[in-house]
């Protein structure tokens, strides 16, 4: 029995008010107050758990006063309890509009965010949200370009922009790691993207363990967290430096890299809307300098056997982002013949070409650069140890790239290369890929069928593109 010390009692005995025992007066002249204490424990866990107080908490006392010992007990209590209520909601994370308000860098985003109530509605209403906020520099320096200007005057574009800026699921900085990771975004108007599930952002660990979050999104753009893990109640913001980039078309992503004999092929052979629109692709591109190397053997096919060629270097339904990419295994090509994927010290291989670049996301998939021209009647195994890849076209020689005269680059910003994929890079689990395939697949089946509009330079790609660097995990 857990006893307290309260005022001097003046009769010489007292009945307990709840359970009618008499009792003597203690000689010492204090009143004694026994306090029942498993009755206690309930009424604090009780408070702890939000549960409603019991009526009454039986109180044993020896002497009179009791009332006035119950109201000192109350009294000291709910003050306790008081404190303990602010100190929780102090500790609670702030809702979301709350924290928008409060921090003076996202002013800019604020405003934008207050343009669209029911975005903003939305937002606050969901869970498990992240929020890639751009700085208000960040948006100076987006806005700084009269293409991006015109983009943001128009409720369309930039609706599909703030919304490709929220990522379904609680991305923490701790799980950021070297091995990009890709989460699906808001992002799922079909004018702008057809990637089952939303368009998707990446995230990836630059510079080891004390590294910097770095954010992938379209056109190769880069964007660094400068400003990590700040608690809302329904999800994380992460304060980021750049404005991402919605990922283009793949016509309009060779265009803006330079790419003119991957969008020339695409022009020649007539499978520009075909590649545009086809939901859920992976797009293995040779380089300009891939097209040289065989530049004579690709001038003498026929649009045909050209076809052919460009499709052996798709995967349909599945949308194979790096970390997927398992070592030893074998996908299927649009055309039905295998691709071999080889994982050699962080270089990744298709067939005997290197990924030069991986994850650059578009529109409707994903596209990794690849430094040879695949033949599906070749799955020679990768050299590692020379700077080019096997030869697979027998007799071929070094040639201007083909189907270029009929497109211009629109950027002449080089593509940045990059001998391991990813620094630390840890393959897929087994079967990872064929598990986004089916995935994918019925996902698709749950959607509608119809292909994504193109997009036609949704949100200033050129200048957007300018400066970025192109890709270099």
Do not use: W
């Amino acid at each position: 029995m857990k006893r307290i010390a309260a005022r001097r009692c003046g009769s010489s005995s007292t009945r307990c008010t709840n359970h009618g025992s008499t009792t003597p007066r203690p000689t010492s002249g204090e009143l004694e107050v026994d306090f029942i204490s498993t009755r206690s424990s309930r009424l604090v866990r009780a408070f702890r758990q939000h549960q409603p107080l019991p009526s009454h908490t039986p109180l044993i006392c020896r002497h009179q006063p009791c009332a006035s010992t119950a109201v000192m007990f109350s009294k000291t209590f709910l003050a306790a309890a008081a404190t303990f209520a602010v100190a929780l909601a102090q500790d609670a994370p702030p809702e979301l509009a709350a924290a928008l308000n409060s921090t003076e860098e996202l002013s800019q985003l604020n405003t934008l965010l207050g343009g669209f109530p029911d975005l903003l509605s939305m937002l606050a209403n969901a869970t498990d949200i992240t929020i890639l906020a751009p700085s208000n520099d960040a948006f100076s320096t987006f806005l700084q370009s009269p293409e991006n200007q015109a983009a943001a005057a128009d409720n369309g574009t930039l609706m599909a922009l703030l919304s490709y800026h929220v990522l379904n699921g609680t991305v923490m900085s701790m799980n950021i790691t070297s091995t990009p990771t890709f989460v699906a975004s808001l992002l799922s108007n079909e004018t702008y993207t057809n990637v089952t599930g939303g368009q998707r952002v990446g995230a990836r660990l630059v510079g080891g363990d004390d590294g910097t979050a770095t954010i992938i999104s379209g056109l190769g753009s880069r964007s660094n967290v400068t400003t990590a893990d700040v608690a809302v109640s329904n999800g994380v913001v992460h304060i980021i430096d750049s404005v991402l980039t919605i990922p283009q078309s793949v016509s309009d992503t060779a265009l803006l890299a330079g790419l003119t004999g991957l969008a020339g092929a695409l022009v020649a052979t007539d499978l520009v809307e075909t590649i545009d629109t086809t939901p859920d692709v992976t797009i293995f591109a040779p380089t300009n300098s891939a097209f040289e190397q065989i530049g004579s053997a690709l001038g003498e096919l026929t649009p045909e056997q050209a076809t052919a060629i460009l499709g052996y270097h798709v995967i349909n339904g599945s949308v194979a982002y790096s970390s997927l990419l398992e070592n030893g295994s074998s996908v299927e090509s649009s055309t039905g013949q295998p691709l071999n994927i080889t994982i050699i010290d962080g270089e990744v291989f298709v067939n005997s070409a290197r990924v030069v670049a991986a994850d650059v996301l578009v529109a409707n998939g994903v596209v990794h650069l690849i430094d040879g021209v695949l033949n599906p009647n070749s799955t020679a195994l990768p050299n590692p140890d020379e700077d080019e890849s096997v030869p697979v076209y027998e007799g071929a020689s070094m040639g201007d790239v083909p189907y270029t005269t009929a497109v211009t680059a629109t950027s002449t910003v080089a593509v940045a290369t990059t001998d391991a994929v990813a620094d630390g890079y840890t393959p897929a689990p087994s079967g990872a890929l064929s598990s986004a395939s089916q995935s994918n697949a019925e996902a698709a089946s749950e959607t509608s069928s119809a292909g994504a509009a193109r997009i036609t330079g949704a949100i200033g790609a050129a200048a957007l593109f300018a400066g970025a660097g192109y890709l270099a995990l």
